[in-house]
């Protein structure tokens, strides 16, 4: 492939990314003028139009939508080619994208960060905190962090970090106040702060033994952010329900009381995700790798199922 085509591609795959021409020309550090003549010179050569744009949005064509799922696919390959050359002699260079909810990121990607960067320092990380699961290829993600039950993507693999549990907790003065719950009917009369992107939000699956209750409950307050719902717990708004990644810290101080420990919800599985590769890129074998490590070193499975015994 010669360098002109290459340079068109990489191009085109900016634009497509960014959803701008003039973007695109920034990060590439082309004039405008440039930009317009190498997405012209593509679409001549392919004899196919790829972008559509007004003057106040662009867009990808079906053509080009396929045509960037291709290049961008085809990048990502070179890029690992480069690096699995330069492996044996250099550290992991370039940006590494990472995506997880924002509780995770800020509770157990940014602590780790300073170590990782000390170890790797020609690696930047790239952390995009979001409650939802992106497209790998789409939004140029290399590696997830997710609590889902399956991929249902087969070329997903999926590299297990902790398992964890939901428990129910309440800040002391909300329990002072309301009552402590004793029975899972009990809920119906206590101030429910729910997370709404979970799923079955206003059903707790909840077993004892062999005892298993589905409890319906309402909503006092919801959120599509658990550190919005820990917040409103803190304040006494509550009683929460959430993971513990997430609230072990609050509950050891204190701060949260966990009520119903005898009485469980189904359990979570933290999982490191990544697109299957013949040659897994150096800057994601590291950082899996020391996440793995982390978690292992602080023991974090064992606290928290401590909490629950």
């Not at 157990?108 to 699961?133: D, G, M």
């Not at 609590?147 to 964890?164: G, P, Q």
Request: net charge neutral; glycine share 4%; hydrophobic share 45%.
């Amino acid at each position: 492939m010669s360098s002109d085509r290459l340079a068109q591609i990489e191009f085109f795959v900016q634009v497509a990314k960014l959803g701008s021409l003039t973007k695109a020309a920034e990060k590439l550090e082309m004039s405008n003028a440039a930009a317009s003549r190498t997405l012209l010179a593509l679409e001549e050569r392919l004899d196919a139009r790829l972008v559509e744009r007004t003057t106040r949005r662009l867009w990808l064509t079906e053509v080009g939508q396929t045509f960037y799922r291709r290049c961008s696919a085809m990048l990502s390959e070179i890029a690992e080619a480069e690096a699995e050359v330069n492996e044996a002699t250099l550290q992991p260079t370039g940006t590494l994208h990472v995506t997880s909810s924002v509780s995770f990121a800020m509770l157990h990607i940014a602590p780790a960060l300073p170590e990782f960067q000390r170890r790797y320092p020609q690696l930047n990380v790239q952390i995009t905190a979001a409650n939802r699961y992106f497209d790998f290829i789409e939004a140029g993600i290399d590696v997830a962090i997710r609590t889902r039950e399956y991929e249902s993507d087969s070329n997903i693999t999926v590299r297990k970090l902790a398992r964890t549990w939901r428990v129910m907790a309440a800040s002391p003065g909300y329990l002072a106040a309301n009552g402590v719950p004793k029975h899972p009917d009990d809920l119906k009369s206590h101030r429910m702060l729910i997370y709404n992107l979970a799923k079955d939000p206003t059903v707790l699956h909840l077993s004892q033994g062999q005892d298993h209750r589905d409890v319906e409950i309402s909503s006092a307050f919801d959120s599509n952010e658990g550190q919005v719902i820990v917040s409103a717990g803190l304040a006494g708004l509550g009683i929460v329900i959430q993971p513990l990644y997430i609230i072990h810290d609050e509950i050891v101080a204190g701060r949260l009381v966990p009520v119903l420990l005898d009485w469980a919800l189904p359990p979570l599985t933290i999982n490191i995700a990544y697109q299957s590769r013949r040659h897994l890129p150096a800057k994601i074998r590291v950082f899996t790798d020391y996440l793995v490590e982390r978690f292992e070193a602080l023991d974090l499975e064992r606290k928290w199922a401590a909490l629950r015994d």
